[in-house]
């Protein structure tokens, strides 16, 4: 399934390249929901998030981790190929649990919070600025191993790229509410509260690009092997330690799990006409 000429091809690293920047923006469609609309739709936002999770989890597992391991089992041979993809897997997850524990809880950005939770009196001005630019930070930080994961998994296959970047804009959408709303309330400023949730959604593309200039020399099965089991384990701690939590947050435990259930379908059906 590993195709170089695919890796090297210029037509290819765009189209990847494009598809982590759509992802990454999709925190502007949050910005202009929150300064659009006086009230969240949570039972919307919740579905949404769960079917993100669905299709991350599933992807995760079915396509990503499986390729990762047919590839490193033809190089490396049958059982040293499976423990090094399931060493990059659990790397993957490391990697992006060091980053989750290295934000602060009050600003971490995978606390679901709604337009009306976020309006607060004048008098915390200040104190909803912090919050604003401190999440802008977070959210940014978080966004940069998306953004590998978006570009890496388009370069190997674009349809797959197309369906994992759909599943991180949708859970980019809250986030970019996350960052603009608290930046609105504490300056009134709208044009000050969309440009701090672009901020934090531009750095996903700028994970890409760094992350192909690095690898770029050393591309090869075996290593594309590797960042697939890795992005794998990144993208099973998100749909975990973010999406889940945040769709249960937002609205009714079932709701949440419908649109899993939904997500997991989706991929499971496109996959197969693939």
Same mark, same amino acid.
């Given at each position: =399934? ?6 090297? +091809? ?5 189209? @990847?390249?494009?598809? !982590?920047?759509? @992802? ?23 579905? !949404? ?10 992807? +995760? ?22 423990? =090094? ?28 919070? !709604? ?13 909803? =600025?912090?919050?604003?630019? $401190? ?13 590998? /994961? ?12 197309? /369906? ?20 609105? *309330? ?25 992350? *192909? ?5 050393? $591309?090869?099965?075996?290593? $594309?092997?590797?960042?697939? /089991? ?27 799990? *419908? ?8 991929? @499971?059906? !496109?996959?197969? $006409?693939?």
């Amino acid at each position: =399934m590993m195709n170089t000429d695919m890796m090297t +091809s210029e037509h290819t690293v765009l189209a @990847a390249f494009l598809l !982590s920047l759509f @992802a990454g923006l999709a925190t502007v469609i949050g910005s202009l929901i929150a300064l659009l609309s006086s009230r969240t739709n949570r039972r919307l936002l919740s579905f !949404s998030l769960g079917l993100s999770a669905g299709v991350m989890i599933y992807v +995760s597992f079915v396509e990503l981790l499986a390729e990762a391991q047919r590839t490193l089992t033809e190089a490396a041979g049958g059982k040293p190929g499976v423990w =090094m993809a399931i060493g990059c897997f659990f790397g993957g997850i490391l990697l992006i649990g060091i980053i989750d524990r290295l934000v602060p809880s009050f600003e971490n950005p995978h606390e679901a919070r !709604s337009l009306e939770d976020m309006q607060a009196p004048p008098s915390k001005e200040d104190k909803l =600025m912090r919050i604003g630019v $401190m999440t802008a930070v977070a959210i940014a930080i978080h966004n940069f191993p998306e953004g590998i /994961a978006t570009f890496m998994a388009a370069l190997e296959n674009p349809a797959l790229g197309v /369906a994992i970047a759909v599943a991180i804009a949708i859970h980019n959408i809250p986030e970019g509410i996350a960052v603009s709303v608290p930046v609105f *309330y504490a300056t009134g400023d709208r044009k000050k509260a969309f440009w701090f949730s672009f901020f934090s959604g531009i750095i996903e593309p700028v994970g890409a690009v760094i992350a *192909y200039l690095f690898l770029r020399p050393f $591309m090869s099965p075996e290593l $594309m092997g590797c960042v697939f /089991a890795a992005v794998a384990g990144i993208m099973v701690f998100i749909s975990f330690d973010e999406l889940l939590p945040a769709a249960h947050e937002y609205g009714e435990h079932h709701i949440a799990i *419908y649109g899993l259930v939904v997500g997991m379908g989706i991929m @499971a059906v !496109s996959l197969g $006409m693939l």
